[in-house]
């Protein structure tokens, strides 16, 4: 089993669109857990943090589920400048080593 | 403030070939990261300084992959001789000792073809 998993996608949704990925993660010592977006050749760049008690950013809303070990991120009102590969992030250990899922691609069309 | 830097930003060379790899850090940070990725796939550490110490190495290919930050500050990753499956952009990341270890700065990447 992969360490974290995501749907591949790609999501094709149109502006105004709300959409939802989720991903899991295997191990449960993992004590950080972030959403990176990175878009199409382009160097990754860190979205925001999941925290237990759930957290928003404007029109991006993070959740995570310890128990069943699943992380989501839910973005409202899609822009087409939302369109990249999003990439969900755990990190455990005490070196705080960042473990990455293969990501999921969003394209927003108009 | 100036980002990560990298260079070259694209190599093609071809297979049992050496090639290096550059990375200069933001200003101040101890911690350099090096990642491996390959296309449709996240990034996936290879190896971790902080300072001019490793602090993980544990996902370098050691019989071909070489990496060093002698004086602390900017770092090379060497392969040698490359395969066709090093095929992969390299990224380079840092971070400060004074920020959460999740704040990685990342730069543009070095694109890598083997042929």
């Known amino acids: 089993r992969k360490e974290v998993e995501q749907d591949p996608g790609p999501f094709n949704v149109p502006e105004g669109a709300t959409v939802a990925f989720n991903c899991t993660y295997s191990?449960?010592?993992?004590?950080?857990f972030f959403w990176y977006r990175q878009d199409c050749r382009k160097e990754p760049k860190l979205l925001m943090s999941?925290?237990?008690s759930g957290n928003e950013d404007g029109r991006f809303t993070a959740q995570l589920n310890r128990a069943s070990q699943y992380i989501s991120l839910l973005i409202r009102d899609s822009k087409l400048s939302d369109s990249a590969t999003y990439l969900c992030v755990v990190n455990f250990g005490s070196q705080g080593n960042l473990i990455f899922g293969k990501g999921t691609k969003l394209s927003v069309k108009p | 403030e100036a980002g990560v830097a990298q260079s070259p930003r694209y190599k093609i060379i071809e297979k049992r070939q050496s090639v290096a790899f550059w990375c200069n850090p933001i200003?101040?940070?101890?911690?350099l990261y090096w990642y491996q990725q390959i296309l449709g796939q996240g990034p996936k550490l290879l190896i971790q300084?902080?300072?001019?110490?490793?602090?993980?190495d544990s996902q370098l290919p050691k019989d071909r992959f070489s990496a060093e930050r002698l004086k602390g500050v900017d770092s090379t990753l060497k392969i040698q001789p490359a395969k066709l499956e090093d095929s992969a952009v390299y990224l380079c990341a840092s971070s400060s000792l004074e920020t959460p270890t999740y704040e990685q700065y990342f730069g543009p990447g070095t694109r890598l073809t083997v042929t």
């Open positions: 191990n449960s010592a993992s004590q950080s």
């Open positions: 200003s101040g940070h101890a911690t």
């Open positions: 999941v925290y237990s």
């Open positions: 300084f902080q300072n001019n110490g490793v602090v993980d």
